[in-house]
Structures are given as structure tokens and as C-alpha cells.
T-cell receptor, first 114, second 114 residues
Framework: DAGVIQSPRHEVTEMGQEVTLRCKPI?????LFWYRQTMMRGLELLIY????????DSGMPEDRFSAKMPNASFSTLKIQPSEPRDSAVYFC????????????FGPGTRLLVL | GNSVTQMEGPVTLSEEAFLTINCTYT??????LFWYVQYPGEGLQLLLK?????DKGSNKGFEATYRKETTSFHLEKGSVQVSDSAVYFC?????????????FGKGTLLTVNP
């Protein structure tokens, strides 16, 4: 299995630009999670989906952030407009119902907003 | 709400030293407990888990015992190696219908010197 795939691995952009992060979960997994990791705040859950439906988006920092999951094999996290304080590593993770206690993480996208 | 507190790092040890990373939690009911590990430049991966009181999780020489009376899940290894250098995260999960998520501690950086 290829594991959770994220793209791009690195993104450098200027303040005000739109940023789109992409995630392909492990085939057969029905939960998908987006996390943000920073030195100051550690690992934060932004949003998670079950069967492509958003279940809890209480961690999404503000309206500039949005996430979609149009099908079981693809999700996006969009930041528009981006700000320097959005600089972080963004992780996607997936799991399946029977083994839902174990989340499988992707390698992350390192975002730098100048 | 649920929370996880783990010892702050960084922790620096010499090869073959004994490792303990403390973790305590606050949660209602009976959560499942986890240790995840993040190697440099990678996403998190599950190291071990325990789903009920007095369970011991183990993997790669690491162990942790679910202690409900002290609400703790300390990570131990008898003899660390340079390759164990990583960030270690304690986490808990609670389930309710389709609603579930992991609550992570802030992470502890371990550096093992040869």
C-alpha cells in the first residue's frame, strides 16, 4: 500500500495568495483528518471527515480555511488568503472504522507564507 | 474536556541508557491510549497502544502500561539507540457514534547520542 499521499511536500507563497493542499487517503479508509503542526501550538486537529462528510470542523482557525472531500480518495485544504501565521506543517491522516483507533499519517506539507 | 500532558523536552540520552517519558491524561470514561513517534521529516506513526486499564502496549522495545488509578501511560525503553531519536507524542481517543478524534500531547523530543 502506498500510504497516505500528500502534495505538494513543500510550498512557499506570498501573503495574500491562495494555497491548496492535497491528500489521498489509504484506499478503503473512511475517516480523513487534517492537522496543523507548529512549534508554538504543537499538533492541532483542524477538521475530520467520515465517509466524505465533515464531522467536526471546530479546529479550523477562521473563514480563510476551507476543506473538501469530493470523493473517498481525495481531499483538499485551502487557505485563501494566506498569511505568514499560517506557516506550518500540515498533515493529512486516515483510518478505517474497524481499526479506527489507529490513524495513518502522510509525510506532511511544509508551508511557508512570506 | 479531554487532555494529555507529557513531560517537556528535550530529552538527551546516551546510547543504551534507560528512557522514561511521562504522560498523564484527563478524560471521562475509558479512553484508549497511544504513543505515536515522528522521525525527522516524516509524519507520525503509531508506536504502541492500550485500550483498557492495566493493558501493556509494546513495540520495538518500547512499553507503556495503562494505569487508570494514576491516569498515566508512561513510555519506557530499557536501552535506547541512536535510531530512536525522534519526537514522541502521547494521545488518547474517545468514541461516540461516528464522532471520534485523537487528542495529542505537545510532544517530547528525544535525542540519543552515540
Amino acid at each position: 500500500d502506498a500510504g497516505v499521499i500528500q502534495s505538494p511536500r513543500h510550498e512557499v507563497t506570498e501573503m495574500g495568495q491562495e494555497v491548496t493542499l492535497r491528500c489521498k487517503p489509504i484506499s478503503g479508509h473512511d475517516y480523513l483528518f487534517w492537522y496543523r503542526q507548529t512549534m508554538m501550538r504543537g499538533l492541532e486537529l483542524l477538521i475530520y471527515f467520515n465517509n466524505n462528510v465533515p464531522i467536526d470542523d471546530s479546529g479550523m482557525p477562521e473563514d480563510r480555511f476551507s476543506a473538501k472531500m469530493p470523493n473517498a480518495s481525495f481531499s483538499t485544504l485551502k487557505i485563501q488568503p494566506s498569511e505568514p501565521r499560517d506557516s506550518a506543517v500540515y498533515f493529512c491522516a486516515s483510518s478505517f472504522w474497524q481499526g479506527r483507533e489507529t490513524q495513518y499519517f502522510g509525510p506532511g506539507t511544509r508551508l511557508l507564507v512570506l | 474536556g479531554n487532555s494529555v500532558t507529557q513531560m517537556e523536552g528535550p530529552v538527551t540520552l546516551s546510547e543504551e541508557a534507560f528512557l522514561t517519558i511521562n504522560c498523564t491524561y484527563t478524560a471521562t470514561g475509558y479512553p484508549s491510549l497511544f504513543w505515536y513517534v515522528q522521525y525527522p521529516g516524516e509524519g507520525l506513526q503509531l508506536l504502541l497502544k492500550a485500550t483498557k486499564a492495566d493493558d501493556k502496549g509494546s513495540n520495538k522495545g518500547f512499553e507503556a502500561t495503562y494505569r487508570k488509578e494514576t491516569t498515566s501511560f508512561h513510555l519506557e525503553k530499557g536501552s535506547v539507540q541512536v535510531s530512536d531519536s525522534a519526537v514522541y507524542f502521547c494521545a488518547l481517543s474517545r468514541f461516540g457514534g461516528s464522532n471520534y478524534k485523537l487528542t495529542f500531547g505537545k510532544g517530547t523530543l528525544l535525542t540519543v547520542n552515540p
